[in-house]
């Protein structure tokens, strides 16, 4: 018996090691897989770049960045905002979606406003946003997977709105990003057709009744019908509300459509987050620089410029200010409440120290009460054996006759 349950659990034992070698196998070629894909989206984009800039006249670009009104800038600024305000409602979403109404916008749009640009600006997004999230939920009794959650559901919301931007984009200008996949018009607007396909499909299928994916040990609620329709509409005025942001920079002379600079500001965003590399730094710029540019690239670079510093500088410079203002007043109230807790205890212990004297006081007076009545009772023995030794020898004598 006991050597069949010894093969038993060896065998157990050599099952589960094979699993987890499988397992670790696994993630580990997908990784690997993911980090060469990275690193040809890079190696691509940096020719591609260089190939763009190789005849710009970077004088050129300066004076045409001097020279653009205050009113240009401001209206982009206003887009750029709207556009980040949208971001914000990804986080209150997915809240939503898991049934944490509890929590108050306002958390949802500090952790969204600090996560997204700081996790994008770093390039690390998997692994940033999840603990710049979790930094903030956890005071509002989020867990480790809550947050994971948030993460996934935001991330379907970005990736509903971006389908659906490309798929009307390309379904309008179907030429738009031909010079960057190398299809025909063609074969773009079929792509299109597919993208909304797939959309429309998620929609009727998550508005049937609740969905759900994952196990036990990890279980996501996918959100409804009336939330994913929601999802794709606030992804659309993201999209659109940052395409806009850079199309007001460009100057009229370009003479670029709005359906085809949204198309390549899509495909550059994917391109760029696919590479991992911080704010998509060179592949998005070679991918709008490739799929806009013409004869004058000193105009789109300048526009681009602008673009870089009011959506990614601006709102990354603000994040890291205030995320580190709400880690310093955390840190602030942990040692404020430590302090007062240290107090407390100082003054429970100085109670104590103040009643032993009255203890000591009362154990002093116990003493001299039990001596006083000590003495007294040796003295009233002595008399009662003086008085017994006075009538002593008749007494006894008769007594112990009787």
């Known amino acids: 018996m006991r050597h069949s349950e010894a093969a038993f659990s060896w065998i157990?034992?050599?099952?589960?090691?094979?699993?987890?070698?499988?397992?670790?196998?696994?993630?580990?070629?997908?990784?690997?897989?993911?980090?060469?894909?990275?690193?040809?989206?890079?190696?691509?984009?940096?020719?591609?770049?260089?190939?763009?800039l190789k005849h710009v006249r970077y004088d050129e670009v300066f004076v045409i960045i001097r020279s653009t009104d205050f009113g240009v800038l401001a209206l982009s600024m206003m887009l750029v905002t709207a556009s980040y305000g949208s971001i914000t409602l990804y986080d209150w979403l997915a809240?939503?979606?898991?049934?944490?109404?509890?929590?108050?916008?306002?958390?949802?749009?500090?952790?969204?406003?600090?996560?997204?640009?700081?996790?994008?600006?770093?390039?690390?997004?998997?692994?940033?946003?999840?603990?710049?999230?979790?930094?903030?939920?956890?005071?509002?009794?989020?867990?480790?997977?809550?947050?994971?959650?948030?993460?996934?559901?935001?991330?379907?919301?970005?990736?509903?709105?971006?389908?659906?931007?490309?798929?009307?984009?390309?379904?309008y200008e179907p030429a738009a990003i031909s010079v960057i996949d190398h299809l025909s018009p063609a074969v773009n607007r079929w792509l299109a057709a597919v993208l909304l396909g797939a959309v429309g499909a998620f929609l009727i299928w998550s508005w049937l009744h609740p969905r759900r994916l994952g196990r036990s040990s990890w279980l996501v609620q996918l959100p409804s019908g009336p939330l994913v329709l929601l999802q794709i509409v606030v992804g659309l005025l993201d999209l659109t509300a940052a395409a806009l942001a850079m199309y007001v920079l460009l100057p009229p002379s370009l003479d670029i459509g709005l359906f085809r600079l949204m198309a390549v500001f899509i495909a550059a965003t994917l391109l760029g987050f696919a590479s991992h590399a911080p704010a998509g730094l060179g592949v998005f710029d070679a991918t709008i620089l490739i799929g806009l540019g013409g004869e004058s690239r000193e105009q789109l670079l300048a526009a681009l410029l602008m673009f870089r510093f009011l959506y990614h500088f601006v709102p990354l410079s603000l994040a890291v200010v205030l995320f580190g203002c709400v880690e310093a007043l955390r840190s602030f109230k942990a040692r404020r409440a430590g302090a007062k807790k240290a107090v407390d205890q100082r003054g429970i212990s100085d109670r104590r120290i103040e009643l032993q004297p009255d203890h000591a006081g009362n154990d002093q007076r116990q003493a001299d009460e039990a001596n006083r009545i000590g003495r007294l009772a040796v003295e009233n023995h002595a008399d009662d054996d003086a008085a017994d030794g006075a009538d002593s020898g008749p007494h006894r004598i008769r007594g112990a006759e009787g």
């Open 12 to 52: 157990r034992a050599l099952k589960l090691n094979f699993f987890q070698k499988k397992f670790t196998t696994r993630s580990r070629l997908k990784g690997l897989g993911g980090a060469l894909v990275s690193v040809a989206i890079g190696a691509g984009a940096v020719f591609a770049l260089t190939h763009a």
């Open 95 to 171: 809240l939503h979606t898991m049934g944490r109404k509890d929590v108050p916008y306002r958390i949802a749009a500090l952790a969204s406003f600090t996560s997204y640009p700081i996790a994008h600006g770093i390039g690390a997004v998997a692994l940033v946003s999840p603990l710049i999230r979790y930094r903030i939920y956890s005071n509002n009794g989020l867990t480790a997977f809550g947050v994971a959650n948030i993460c996934f559901l935001t991330g379907l919301t970005f990736w509903l709105g971006n389908m659906t931007a490309l798929g009307f984009s390309l379904l």
